[in-house]
């Protein structure tokens, strides 16, 4: 009984990742899964967490894709913007010229960008990628999604790409899934540092 139990448990699980997965990099289903509100022209569902509310951000350490190591807590007291990417991932490279003016843009405003590349085993087409769109910001080669995890406990990823913005105090305080506007990226960010000054 409780081996068919374990096998009916384990076939919602795959279930649901096999849906996930087949919604991730579309934005498609992802919709009315969020607290906050679709802005933009339609493509980004944003959730915002008012400043008394943020749960605390994990602290993401790993590997970069240069080899060295890399950590948000050198970036302490910055605003971080934190996005979840891959090179096969068509919304991914739609976003990333918006998200590299917003990290160029930003950069003399205490905004740090970092990246967290997933589900890509080489990271030399990660590399590659970057190195053709111009992305100077780093990021984490997270082989098995334990960076992406970290955020269970606050906003947590549904699909690819997710951006998270953490404010100057290391609080989560809002996350898009999908693809995102350097405009809406911009005026989320100016939101988060005006709600923690």
């Given amino acids: 009984m409780a081996t068919r139990r374990g096998?009916?448990?384990?076939?919602a699980v795959a279930t649901v990742l096999v849906v996930t997965t087949l919604s991730a990099c579309s934005g498609a289903g992802n919709r009315g899964t969020t607290t906050g509100f679709v802005s933009g022209d339609g493509s980004e569902a944003i959730t915002t967490v008012d400043a008394a509310d943020r749960e605390k951000a994990p602290v993401?350490?790993?590997?970069?894709?240069?080899?060295?190591?890399?950590?948000?807590?050198?970036?302490?007291?910055?605003t971080?913007?934190?996005?979840l990417w891959g090179p096969w991932c068509p919304p991914c490279r739609a976003e990333a010229p918006a998200l590299d003016e917003v990290a160029q843009e930003y950069a003399s405003k205490d905004v740090q960008f970092v990246g967290i590349l997933t589900r890509t085993k080489d990271p030399t087409s990660a590399i590659a990628f970057n190195r053709n769109?111009?992305?100077?910001?780093?990021s984490f080669a997270d082989q098995g999604g334990k960076l992406e995890l970290g955020f269970n406990d606050s906003l947590p990823t549904l699909a690819i790409p997710t951006t998270w913005i953490i404010d100057s105090e290391g609080r989560v305080a809002a996350r898009v899934i999908d693809k995102i506007s350097a405009s809406t990226l911009a005026n989320l960010i100016d939101d988060v540092q005006k709600s923690t000054a």
Avoid: Q, W
């Avoid at 971080?80 to 996005?83: A, L, Y």
């Fill in 133 to 138: 769109k111009g992305i100077t910001y780093p």
């Fill in 80 to 83: 971080i913007v934190v996005n």
């Fill in 7 to 11: 096998a009916r448990v384990l076939a």
């Fill in 60 to 78: 993401l350490e790993g590997e970069g894709l240069d080899g060295r190591p890399l950590s948000t807590a050198d970036f302490a007291g910055k």
